[in-house]
């Protein structure tokens, strides 16, 4: 009766090819409902630690101010060093700011890039002349954020001519001002009041605004006495997508000196040593956005158009300004009083615009449109 048994049972104790079918079609589905959502998991991840990059960021800002009285500025023009440099002391990379040479050299150079030729493809071999190529090929993960689509990577060739075969892309852009760029590049620098200065316009009105390096005071720089609006109401840094097509023509033909380019970066840079002058200008939005302009804005103009190219291009002022974020429909803010909010991209102008100024009009309209 067992063996019986057994014959009737062992055929049953088998699949039939439409129970698997059906029990593969099953778990088909499942992984389909779930996809999603680990993907969303990730994501959500992933844009924690942007938002913790950002705060280890202001921490490491508020350290620099404390210690100097004033912020730091966002970019030195006519040397390349920004904010993102000067901050590193307080971000446990110490070593990495000392061993940058921030000043002039014997040929009133900065070289935050290296002569080009095959035989400068080993940063090694540069010396301490340009020891600041270094710093710019080293990833600093605190300035990438971790859904940064390009790769950590990438071969530059600047105004100049000076390359810098690994430069390493960045995320952050500190807010000189809530105002649309007008005018290239006096936009980013305070007035100065000597007669023997260079003029200069006003218009920079946030909290990290650029700095003439030889003019730099600590009158230069703005003091958290200077944010009239409030340190819990004005932005400081924000998140910045650099163009994946402008980029890719990096290598091919040097940047011109207007600065024609959506390129974001840490450190410093060539393109800021630049002379001011009638054809000579710095791409100080490298390191240095707006709020004077929308966010997540698109639309990079085509390689080898001219729009980039002109000091008058509202388009391409704005896009290169303009901050944004890899993460859907928001950009994270840094606060100065070390908070980040993440902003919906369709925020008014008018509140978006007051969260770039240190002493402007406050949040009169109940609030920014915040996520």
């Known amino acids: 009766m067992d063996r019986q048994t057994r014959r009737v049972r062992d055929p049953r104790a088998a699949f039939t090819l439409v129970e ?26 992933r844009r924690s630690q942007c938002s913790n990059n950002l705060k280890q960021i202001g921490l490491a800002v508020m350290n620099y101010e404390s210690s100097r009285s004033r912020l730091p500025p966002g970019a030195y023009l006519g040397e390349g060093s920004s904010w993102s440099a000067f901050i590193l002391p307080y971000l446990e990379e110490g070593a990495s700011f000392d061993g940058l ?19 400068y493809a080993s940063v090694a071999a540069l010396g301490d002349k340009y020891r600041n190529v270094q710093l710019v090929e080293t990833v600093f993960s605190v300035y990438r954020c971790p859904s940064m689509a390009l790769p950590e990577h990438l071969y530059d060739l600047s105004a100049d001519s000076y390359l810098v075969m690994r430069r390493v892309p960045a995320s952050y852009l500190g807010i000189a001002s809530g105002l649309a760029q ?9 007035v100065k009041k000597k007669p023997s200065a260079q003029p200069l316009w006003e218009g920079a009105d946030g909290v990290l605004v650029g700095v003439h390096h030889q003019q730099d005071t600590r009158t230069g720089r703005i003091a958290l006495r200077k944010i009239t609006d409030g340190t819990s109401k004005t932005g400081m840094i924000g998140e910045a997508v650099s163009d994946v097509e402008t980029i890719g023509s990096l290598g091919r033909t040097p940047e011109d000196k207007r600065g024609d380019r959506k390129d974001h970066w840490h450190g410093g840079s060539d393109d800021i040593d630049t002379s001011i002058g009638s054809d000579s200008y710095s791409d100080m939005s490298e390191f240095l956005g707006s709020t004077g302009v929308g966010v997540n804005l698109q639309g990079t103009p085509q390689e080898n158009q001219q729009v980039c190219r002109s000091a008058d291009s509202v388009t391409c002022q704005a896009l290169q300004l303009s901050l944004g974020s890899e993460h859907a429909g928001i950009v994270q803010v840094l606060y100065v009083d070390g908070h980040v909010e993440a902003i919906d991209e369709n925020i008014d102008a008018a509140p978006w615009s007051d969260l770039g100024t240190r002493a402007g009009q406050s949040f009169n309209n109940g609030g920014a449109d915040r996520r």
């Open 101 to 119: 040479s921030i000043g002039e050299d014997d040929q009133g150079n900065f070289q935050w890039g290296s002569p080009g030729g095959a035989e």
């Open 20 to 45: 698997l079918l059906v029990v593969i079609a099953i778990i088909g589905i499942l992984v389909a409902l779930l996809l999603p959502a680990v993907q969303a998991a990730r994501e959500a991840a």
């Open 182 to 190: 007008n005018q290239f590049p006096s936009f980013w620098l305070r």
